[in-house]
């Protein structure tokens, strides 16, 4: 595929190039890139951080996963390429700004179906086929499922839970079934908000951009947030204080990492109602600082739990 440069439309009419190579790398959405960070979930509450082998083959699942994500991305532009169009922002996406053509997105999406998932099927049989899920529950979610009211926000939150499940059959883990339903409940949180954010940014032209939206409301979705919010809080203070939980890391100390979840969570809700934020999870997190130094002390807070009690036996 020559990487030629190509004209798209800046928002002030005029016309800007790139080179085609850099174009398809956006198509892809790199910046999106940080939602498979949950598939080193396994990896670190499996407790094989430590293992070399289990973080290569974390790694591979991380990139594995990436291109998988790309490629529904790719799916999802081209069959919403016409009513990006008529988006302020997604108007500007390669596809629908026309610097890549519809036979070099298929192209590129083919290309790297085979190769991730021969990467998968590499890693071990289990993990192959969590990518074969993945893969084909999201391309059905970017054909039909996204324009089925509920079944939509289901529909992503089941993808963060396979790629929570891919990264932990690829370090060989059983992942605990209290982590898969926080996946599930916090993506289901992401999605609702985004829903709610697609809402109130598109206002009357919401139904015509996404038809599942003229199903919603702003207080409905607010009902379901609240819902979500308080379960996914409660998942997580049991999870840190079940006993199975407390025998495996050899500590009753993992509840004390519950103010960072709170805090996280109350803060996006800030930005979503208070900073019209929401639309964009992966672009929130990085953008906003404080929500960034949460998630990051959370983080080391649990690692250094988790951990602890292994590297400082007699602390």
């Known amino acids: 595929m020559p990487s030629t440069p190509t004209a798209y439309p800046n928002p002030d009419g005029s016309r800007l190039t790139r080179p085609l190579a850099w174009s398809l790398v956006l198509a892809l959405r790199p910046r999106q890139w940080t939602k498979n960070l949950i598939v080193f979930a396994g990896l670190i509450f499996g407790e094989r951080l430590l293992d070399p082998t289990a973080v290569a083959h974390a790694l591979i699942a991380f990139g594995v996963f990436c291109l998988l994500s790309g490629v529904v991305y790719l799916v999802n532009d081209i069959r919403d390429r016409d009513a990006d169009r008529h988006h302020p922002t997604k108007s500007h996406r390669p596809i629908a700004s026309g610097a890549v053509s519809i036979?070099?997105?298929?192209?590129?999406?083919?290309?790297?179906?085979?190769v991730s998932l021969g990467a998968a099927f590499?890693?071990?049989?289990?993990?192959?086929?969590?990518?074969?899920?993945?893969?084909?529950?999201?391309v059905l979610y970017s054909?039909?499922?996204?324009?089925?009211?509920?079944?939509?926000?289901?529909?992503?939150?089941?993808?963060?839970?396979?790629?929570?499940?891919?990264?932990?059959?690829?370090?060989?883990v059983r992942m605990s079934p209290w982590l898969l339903l926080l996946a599930l409940l916090l993506a289901l949180f992401l999605a609702l908000s985004k829903r709610r954010a697609e809402l109130t940014s598109l206002a009357d032209g919401a139904r015509h951009h996404r038809p599942s939206l003229a199903e919603y409301s702003p207080h409905l979705l607010d009902q379901m947030i609240g819902v979500v919010t308080a379960s996914t809080l409660i998942a997580y203070a049991l999870y840190t204080i079940d006993d199975e939980?407390?025998?495996?890391?050899?500590?009753?100390?993992?509840?004390w990492t519950l103010p960072f979840p709170l805090y996280g969570i109350f803060?996006?809700?800030?930005?979503?109602?208070?900073?019209?934020?929401?639309?964009?999870p992966s672009?929130?997190?990085?953008?906003?600082?404080?929500?960034?130094?949460?998630?990051?002390?959370?983080?080391?807070?649990?690692?250094?739990?988790?951990?602890?009690?292994?590297?400082?036996?007699?602390?």
């Open 103 to 114: 036979p070099q997105a298929l192209a590129l999406a083919a290309g790297l179906s085979v």
């Open 122 to 138: 590499g890693v071990s049989p289990a993990f192959g086929l969590a990518g074969i899920s993945y893969l084909g529950l999201l």
């Open 283 to 315: 672009e929130m997190l990085l953008a906003d600082r404080p929500l960034l130094v949460c998630v990051a002390l959370w983080g080391l807070a649990v690692i250094a739990l988790v951990y602890g009690p292994r590297l400082f036996p007699g602390g």
């Open 245 to 255: 939980t407390v025998t495996r890391f050899g500590t009753d100390r993992l509840v």
């Open 143 to 172: 054909v039909w499922l996204k324009h089925q009211v509920i079944l939509d926000v289901l529909t992503l939150s089941l993808g963060f839970v396979l790629r929570a499940w891919g990264g932990a059959v690829a370090v060989d």
């Open 267 to 280: 803060r996006y809700l800030y930005l979503v109602h208070r900073r019209d934020g929401g639309g964009n």
